[in-house]
């Protein structure tokens, strides 16, 4: 049998740190993963259910709970090599750029265009469907 606790505020054992429910449900991320663009493997995730090679450095990241519309807010961030100036780049070369199901990432080295870099990571923040 399945239990349901209902409260508004969540508050710490000595009562000094209270968080209202809100918060916690519009603050956290509602999915993030680290891709290896090289292989388009998750060493870790939550909510990306897979991942679509679109073109070199470039990769569609599929939720596996959509959001309940595409104005949702991501950022990331991808290594390489010290001394290289590197970017992500979000709904880019795509027509389906940002959807309730899928997100385009790519990651973007200035001397030399999109690469396949070992550790892109992400976070979405948005209202789930």
Partial sequence: MASILRVNTLTDASSNNSTAMSTIFNGTAKAWGQLNYSTGSFADSFNNSSATDF?????????????S?????????HNLPSGNTCSILIGYDDSARFTTSSVNVAAFNVTNGRVDATRVCTKVMGDLA
């Fill in 69 to 77: 519309n595409s104005s949702y807010s991501i950022s990331g961030s």
């Fill in 55 to 67: 073109q070199t450095g470039s990769f569609h990241h599929n939720f596996t709970n959509a959001f």
